[in-house]
């Protein structure tokens, strides 16, 4: 049987040392050690996703009970401490002792014996002292207390509490750490007998089910043991998908209560292949994998219209066609294509374009919480860069009095409305109010025609989107 703190120990050090994906190496370990229990496999993950949101913490503590900076210790030992101070702070079901002996084992074994001294010496003292720890004063400096208390780069903090005051900050903060149930869209063509008898289906399995308060097709499900093997997967009843991911789609209006248009046939040539479209309505994302926005869309539109699904790489694409195929919808195909480059087949044929562009991701810390480690001041500059430059291809595929729907999952002004006024002062859009498309509890902050949702304060993750139609 594998050590469950050894394989913490590998990934952290993946991760934070060698600056791989925590999702991505998170997922690698739980699906090779498929076979332990539910339970070792939950503890895996609590405790690798828990150093890793607490990381700034972590070493704040670390730095103020020992004589050797963090920063100076050996790698091994460093990531060893910190997820054992972790385990101390935040998991109450295990002894502190029980930590300290399972760290200095793993550290003698892991050829540091010489310094099971030095582990077993701080970590007593830290659990010896945990009520004692002294943190920033929050009134003299606010910035510095938020980012140690919630781990959060204190640049981040900053600029959070520039563009939307302290009050804000602290619930973004807050909502950032909290656990996020994973949300799923139902196909709307399933039967209300046919939902019931799925959420029975869960539950049998342990699965917490939970409607969402935005969208009656949307459900939050906790205590999940891989996505793959959920009842319903295989038979493409749901598909992974943020609410706020939902909305976008949602603003379009389209299906249903969208305005009736002129049938048309129009002849595409895709990457080599001809479509013909003999529909009302043509959509093309341009970014669109794993495919969650172009499948609702294509839910949406049924027969009634044609969606095109891009982006840059055939692993992407290949991603958006396995959930095409899993899912059976058949009003949508996916191709390779840089969004960078211009398609003269596509110009001012879409009435519909969803931009969900290359972003910071900072409204979804949450969930890839290395990446509040990973981005610079100098990355959002570039990624600001690439979103101009993506845009002032993209928008000419907008037929005249069509929509271009622009979203990121950040939450970062400049990457958000700063970026939609940008291009209405730019190029020929308007921005349209969201208002009579979103629930009731978003219809206000849609008047705009732009609405940024925060974490801690939204049922959302952190995402931004604007509805700009074309003059």
């Not at 190496?25 to 503890?43: G, H, P, Q, T, W």
């Not at 913490?57 to 910190?82: A, C, E, G, H, W």
Request: charged share 30%.
């Amino acid at each position: 049987m594998e050590n469950k703190r050894e394989l913490i120990l590998d990934m952290l050090i993946e991760i934070l040392e060698k600056e791989n994906y925590s999702h991505l190496v998170i997922r690698d370990v739980l699906d090779k050690y498929n076979y332990m229990e539910s339970r070792e496999k939950a503890f895996i993950k609590r405790v690798t996703e828990g150093t890793l949101e607490r990381l700034i913490q972590m070493d704040y503590i670390l730095n103020q009970f020992s004589r050797t900076p963090v920063d100076k210790m050996k790698p091994l030992i460093r990531n060893l401490l910190r997820m054992s101070v972790y385990q101390m702070l935040y998991m109450d079901s295990i002894p502190d002792s029980a930590v300290c002996n399972e760290a200095v084992k793993l550290a003698g074994k892991r050829g540091f014996k010489g310094l099971s001294g030095f582990v077993n010496g701080l970590l007593r003292n830290i659990a010896r002292n945990k009520t004692k720890i002294i943190y920033p004063d929050r009134e003299k400096e606010k910035c510095r207390f938020l980012s140690v208390w919630y781990s959060m780069p204190e640049w981040l903090v900053k600029m959070w509490m520039d563009a939307y005051g302290e009050e804000t900050t602290s619930h973004i903060l807050e909502g950032l750490l909290k656990e996020h149930p994973v949300s799923v869209r139902i196909k709307e063509e399933l039967s209300s007998r046919q939902i019931e008898e799925w959420i029975k289906q869960l539950e049998k399995t342990g699965v917490i089910v939970n409607g969402h308060p935005y969208l009656s097709y949307a459900f939050q499900l906790s205590n999940i043991d891989g996505i793959q093997n959920l009842p319903g997967y295989e038979e493409g009843y749901f598909m992974v998908q943020d609410v706020s991911s939902m909305l976008v789609t949602e603003v379009c209006g389209v299906g249903e209560n969208r305005q009736k248009t002129d049938g048309r046939q129009t002849e595409i040539d895709v990457t080599g292949d001809k479509i013909t479209c003999d529909i009302p309505l043509l959509a093309l994302d341009v970014c669109a994998a794993p495919g969650g926005k172009s499948m609702h869309l294509a839910e949406k539109l049924q027969e009634k219209g044609k969606v095109i699904s891009r982006d840059l790489t055939e692993y992407k694409v290949s991603l958006i066609r396995d959930n095409i195929e899993r899912m059976e919808y058949q009003n949508i195909d996916a191709f390779v294509h840089d969004a960078l480059i211009f398609d003269e087949e596509l110009r001012e044929k879409a009435d519909v374009v969803l931009a969900d562009l290359p972003c910071s991701g900072l409204g979804i810390i949450g969930k890839k919480r290395d990446i509040k480690y990973k981005v610079t001041k100098e990355r959002l500059k570039e990624l600001q860069d690439l979103q101009r430059k993506m845009l002032n291809v993209i928008w000419q595929y907008v037929k005249p009095g069509g929509l271009l729907i622009y979203s990121t999952c950040t939450i970062n002004p400049e990457e958000n409305h700063k970026m939609a006024e940008w291009f209405t002062q730019n190029y020929p859009f308007k921005l349209e109010s969201l208002s009579p498309y979103l629930p009731d509890e978003l219809k206000k902050e849609g008047e705009s025609g732009m609405i940024q949702l925060f974490p801690g304060i939204h049922e959302t993750d952190g995402f931004f989107l604007a509805k700009l139609r074309h003059l």
